[in-house]
Nanobody, 118 residues
Framework: QVQLVESGGGLVQPGGSLRLSCSASGFTFSIYTMSWYRQAPGLERELVADITSAGVSTGYAASVKDRFTISRDNAKNTVYLQMNSLKPEDTAVYYC???????????WGQGTQVTVSS
């Protein structure tokens, strides 16, 4: 079965860094665009970053550009989100997603909590 499992979240001080990982299984990971989304309490889920299947093209929300880096290792079926210079407003549950073009929808992981606070 398709499974996406996020890890690496936690509590970090403002200005700190975290690296999130998403381990994928149950599908041909290397052909899918992968994304990171986040959702803060009371807010809608928003796209943070995405990366095409070969990792050639990446995109970022303006709020995280130059601070976050998405990458993938297709040999390990894993997508990463390196988060630097974290701000309190980055606090959210972060979700990994695989884009399913046939359904025009995402397959979601369970999420991992990131809390940025002094």
């Amino acid at each position: 079965q398709v499974q996406l499992v996020e890890s690496g979240g936690g509590l970090v001080q403002p200005g700190g860094s975290l690296r999130l990982s998403c381990s994928a299984s149950g599908f041909t990971f290397s052909i899918y665009t992968m994304s990171w989304y986040r959702q803060a309490p009371g807010l809608e889920r928003e796209l943070v970053a995405d990366i095409t299947s070969a990792g050639v093209s990446t995109g970022y929300a303006a709020s995280v550009k130059d601070r976050f880096t998405i990458s993938r290792d297709n040999a390990k079926n894993t997508v990463y989100l390196q988060m630097n210079s974290l701000k309190p407003e980055d606090t959210a549950v972060y979700y990994c997603a695989a884009y399913l073009p046939r359904l025009s929808s995402n397959y979601w992981g369970q999420g991992t909590q990131v809390t940025v606070s002094s």
